[in-house]
């Protein structure tokens, strides 16, 4: 297994910040697994700890709301989506 949990085959043009892309293999299925999908960044992934990190919403809203991962995990279900993406930048051409 590679960094950010993807495998050893995807392309990596950038470490950091961090853009891969997905083997042509990986490409021959409706659905891309996750630890093949592309990556694309502008600036750094942030490394957290997952027990003290926190969501804040606040700015323009009527009640600010703070919610750690763990409240975030039980609050929302986890949801399976199908959807297309594709990256559309061409710095490469």
Known sequence: MGIWGKLNDVLVH?????????????L??????????????????PRIAPEGWRLRVDGLVDRP?????DELRRRFPERSVVATLQCAGNRRA
């Open 28 to 45: 021959a299925s409706q659905i891309t697994p996750l630890d093949s999908f592309y990556s694309r960044n502008h600036a750094p992934i």
């Open 14 to 26: 950038q470490t950091e910040p961090y853009n891969a892309e997905s083997p042509p293999g990986a």
């Open 65 to 69: 709301l703070e919610l750690s991962m």
